[in-house]
């Protein structure tokens, strides 16, 4: 019963080995559900399309809800063999229950289990939920997962930004409440009202259907537009670095491990099983792990003749 031991399915869910077939498939597997998910509820949407064949669309939910339902049990239950959420297994699986993958876990499946035990609640609103389901995406990307690391290690400059962004906004539709109410009361009533034309106006969206009319509201229009500018590039400049970082950290990471596996110039099945996990997790392609491997090669093969060409008196 080892395939269902507690490490065996923790390697499994989060991708441990290398070359791993039942890590591969499963995986594959509930990725491939998420996207059926995801198009059965945007098909279901159509209201006739959903009444012909609703037995199909809600056996596939009971289907899926119950895969997912596993899934989060099954993560939870091997969440103590994760080190880096704390000290006891008790204190690892409530901080996995509540970390950012733990509640997207729960919110793929807490849609469902309401309209069960909750019958009366609005069914259209909670199958439109069920849509949260793509960010269960996060566990199967890395891509994914480094965008958030980098939202996250960033988060007092996106604060900071964000900020910006608020007092522009309050700013902003103060202003044009006091200069376009007289003339357009219908769009500019009051300043919460003015915000949308802010908001529109700073995300350099410009819908249109609302915009100044007197001189100097549109002098102040042109004003708030090229602040708007700034800060979107203000936010996306943060973004683009952080993970520009993220992806040199992972880069380095692997180059010192792969330095390290060749340190004796020869690489075991030991190392080479380690690396190739590596390669996968930090998402290193196998251009880059080529070239590595040539490159320390070579360093080590002209250290060997350096060292063949000094004379045995000076060795």
């Not at 491939?32 to 209201?47: D, Q, R």
């Not at 704390?86 to 509540?98: A, E, I």
């Not at 269960?136 to 994914?144: I, M």
């Amino acid at each position: 019963m080892a395939w269902l031991s507690m490490k065996r399915i923790y390697e499994i869910l989060e991708r441990r080995r290398a070359r791993d077939a039942w890590a591969y498939w499963i995986n594959m597997s509930l990725i491939m559900l998420v996207v059926a998910n995801i198009l059965a509820v945007i098909v279901e949407s159509e209201h006739a399309v959903y009444v012909d064949y609703s037995p199909w669309f809600d056996s596939f939910e009971f289907f899926s809800v119950g895969v997912f339902l596993v899934e989060y049990i099954l993560r939870v239950w091997t969440a103590p063999l994760n080190r880096d959420l704390g000290s006891t297994p008790m204190r690892r699986r409530v901080r996995y229950v509540f970390s950012i993958y733990g509640l997207i876990d729960l919110v793929a499946i807490l849609p469902s289990l309401l309209a069960y035990f909750l019958p009366s609640m609005d069914l259209r609103f909670l199958r439109a939920i069920r849509l949260a389901r793509i960010l269960k995406f996060t566990h199967y990307s890395h891509a994914f997962q480094d965008l958030w690391h980098a939202v996250y290690e960033e988060r007092r400059a996106f604060v900071a930004s964000l900020y910006v962004l608020g007092v522009a906004i309050v700013l902003s539709s103060t202003m044009m409440y006091l200069v376009e109410h007289q003339a357009q009361p219908e769009h500019f009533a009051s300043i919460p009202r003015a915000m949308w034309w802010s908001v529109i106006t700073l995300t350099t969206v410009g819908y249109g259907d609302v915009s100044p009319v007197t001189a100097m509201g549109q002098f102040l229009g042109a004003i708030v537009a090229l602040m708007g500018v700034c800060t979107v590039a203000l936010i996306t400049g943060i973004l683009a670095s952080s993970f520009a970082v993220q992806m040199e950290r992972r880069k380095r990471e692997f180059d010192e491990q792969f330095k390290l596996a060749m340190a004796d110039g020869v690489l075991s099945d030991d190392e080479i099983e380690v690396l190739l996990d590596l390669k996968r997790h930090l998402g290193v392609t196998n251009d880059e792990f080529e070239r590595l491997r040539a490159r320390v090669t070579q360093r080590k093969q002209r250290q060997r003749e350096a060292a063949q060409a000094i004379p045995p008196a000076h060795q």
